[in-house]
């Protein structure tokens, strides 16, 4: 990240840009930083001036409590007028519900992508699991016992005991740790778990809703619910892909979507 800009509350933001054409700002998902996405910036600088960002709390930018979503929405809003103004969002997982909610609140957002935002309307646990994660979550945090939180997120990703056991040793759980505290706001970003209907009816710009078909059937039920709750929305499924999607598939389906 090699340029910064400031938040209405002061909160510094590490981003980078690179590309030129209409703009797009990439929104990472939880337990991410702005290099999560990098690889598909790089795709999409191609043809479009692409943004990409640590969201707050996260990589290089920086933090100033309280937290409340509103102040991740004042984030985009910066950074768009650092893109000139208007700029599309896509948003990977929770940060799809983010850039949703952007769109929602009227900013300046031409059109809108998302990539499987987890909302739990048709998962096995639905709305009671979620607010078992986010007590459990909060009291983890609350004690600073941060791996205990990023353990809370694995097995609510579905990742089984052993893989979870094995992320604890490997060299990245460190890194993992660090950024722990910022789970809290992509589980507020995501509300009380499920599709937000009433919200997503105001938004006045085309969304495009994606999902991958090698995904649970949950996730492809949620990705069409979005889309089916926007007036302008839109449901593709991608072909092979899992919630882990391939940059490669995913960047032309984008530009398609993003062209003028």
Known sequence: MDKKTLSRDGTSLAYARAGQGPAVILVSGA??????????AGLLAQHHTTLWYDRRGRGESGDTAPYAVEREVEDLAALIEAAGGEAALYGVSSGGALALEAA????????????????????????????????HLTRALAQDHRGDAVELFLRLT???EEMIHGARQSPMWPAMEQIAPSLAYDDAVMGDGLVPRERLASIGVPVLSLSGSASPEWMLRAARAVAEAVPEGTHRSLEDQTHMVDPNVLAPVLAEFLAP
């Open 104 to 135: 929602a609140a009227g900013l300046p957002v031409s059109r809108v992508a998302v990539y499987e935002v987890p909302f739990a309307d048709f998962s096995e646990g639905g709305a009671e699991e979620r607010a078992a994660y986010t007590e």
């Open 158 to 160: 579905g990742l089984a």
């Open 31 to 40: 337990m991410s930083t702005g290099g999560t996405v990098a690889p598909l």
